[in-house]
């Protein structure tokens, strides 16, 4: 289809005018000096939301100031689920994931329906992103129609839609494993023991390869890697596909650029063809997951070896986090923050550096995994890494320094 921008503008302004008429029946028909929640229950058509809000424990939330956008879903649009799936969300057992629920049709502030038409996407009190868009004449939010718009609220507005709205309740590996064309991927995840990392919290933004992509790969480099003595391999290149923090496919354009749990950074753009990292094609974007979001590639990043100063820049980077870390008694995390960085350096390798340089850094790396007290394990992670700085500049860097 052709894109057309005087169409565009005329379907806008057309569909502000309607909104403005509906804006000022809404206004009539509602009292705005009500909150969100005393909104719903006397409009006589939300009861199971309202049932559901009270269940999740969220009636304060929507009945303090602080404004929200809420896409409430009607009686009708409940009765499309699964009567034994709505009854097992309302059970107490299952509150958190009710809550989920629910706040997957929230917004911070107050959004309304002219504001919402020129949004391609809009992050809920949930952490996901709920896509906006038109479907003829009509505006969508994920799978739902908005039916009715802009019933204002003394702390927000309520737009009415005809769908409920089901957030992803899988994490990043569990995604990856039910999607069914991550499979090695999968495997390479598990052999490097990052599965439960990647499982946590986060929240993280991760390429993820295809089956076909690593199929690409020279005959023989899977089987390799997979092997347990090149564990420490497998580890670098997949650390190379993950960024800390959830990162939308539109913010990492802005940006250029990523920094991965490698401690390298991969290059981000926009052709013709569609969204790069590095020399791969993002062929499906935003997956949203419980913990982080899946852009899909259809090659796998190879890290190349570290030029000087990316090493050094590593290193500093480093200390400057660690330092402070040490200094408030968190003597732990200092160790994983040194260690990270020094074993990413002997992962990937320095440019025009001898053996012997190298050979100091394995075994510091090795003299920390005997040493069990994690303040002396810091100070021999710390004094390998000043020395590998000193290896690499003329000038050594002591600073920042830890408190005596």
């Keep these: 289809m052709t894109f057309n921008p005087a169409r565009k503008k005329m379907r806008k302004i057309m569909f502000t005018a309607v909104m403005l008429v509906a804006a000022t029946i809404s206004t009539a028909t509602f009292a ?23 269940a999740a424990g969220l009636v304060d939330t929507l009945n303090g100031h602080t404004e929200f956008t809420v896409f409430a879903p009607t009686d009708a649009a409940f009765a499309k689920v699964d009567p034994a799936t709505l009854q097992s969300l309302l059970k107490p057992e299952n509150k958190s994931q009710l809550a989920q629920v629910l706040t997957y049709h929230v917004l911070s502030g107050s ?30 939010v994920g799978d739902a129609q908005i ?111 990523a920094s991965t749990l490698l401690g390298r950074s991969v290059d981000i753009g926009l052709m013709a063809s ?4 590095n020399n791969a094609q993002v062929v499906a974007k935003n997956i949203d997951t ?38 408030d008694g968190n003597h732990g995390k200092c160790c994983k923050l040194y260690m990270d960085a020094m074993e990413s350096i002997v992962g990937a390798g320095v440019e025009s550096t001898d053996d012997q340089t190298m050979e100091m850094v394995s075994a510091t790396l090795r003299m920390a ?26 000038a050594r860097v002591m600073k920042p320094q830890f408190r005596k």
């Design 32 to 54: 705005q000096e009500k909150t969100i929640v005393q909104t719903a229950i006397d409009a006589g058509n939300f009861k199971t939301l309202v049932t559901a809000v009270k």
């Design 111 to 140: 959004v309304m329906a002219r504001d919402a038409y020129d949004l391609n996407a809009a992050p809920t009190v949930n952490g996901q992103r709920l896509n906006l868009d038109f479907r003829g004449d009509s505006l969508q």
């Design 147 to 257: 039916v009715v718009t802009d019933i204002p609220c003394s702390n927000g507005v309520i737009h009415v839609i005809d769908t409920v709205l089901i957030p992803e309740f899988k994490t990043i590996p569990a995604t990856a494993q039910a999607a069914g064309q991550f499979n090695t991927l999968v495997a390479a995840v598990g052999a490097a023991g990052l599965a439960e990392v990647l499982g946590s919290e986060g929240p993280f933004t991760v390429f993820a390869p295809t089956d076909e992509a690593f199929s690409n790969l020279p005959s023989g480099t899977v089987e390799t890697l997979l092997k347990p003595e090149n564990k420490q391999d497998l580890i670098n290149i997949l650390k190379y596909h993950v960024i800390a923090g959830k990162v939308y496919a539109s913010d990492a354009v802005k940006a250029g650029k």
């Design 274 to 277: 569609g969204i790069t990292i």
């Design 290 to 327: 419980t913990n982080g979001v899946i852009h899909v590639i259809d090659a796998v990043l190879i890290p190349g070896v570290m030029s000087r100063t990316a090493a050094m820049n590593v290193l500093a980077s480093a200390i400057s986090e660690g330092a402070p870390v040490y200094n």
């Design 369 to 394: 995994e005997r040493t069990h007290d994690t303040t002396e394990r810091a100070w021999v992670l710390r004094r390998g890494m000043d020395s590998l700085y000193g290896s690499l500049s003329e």
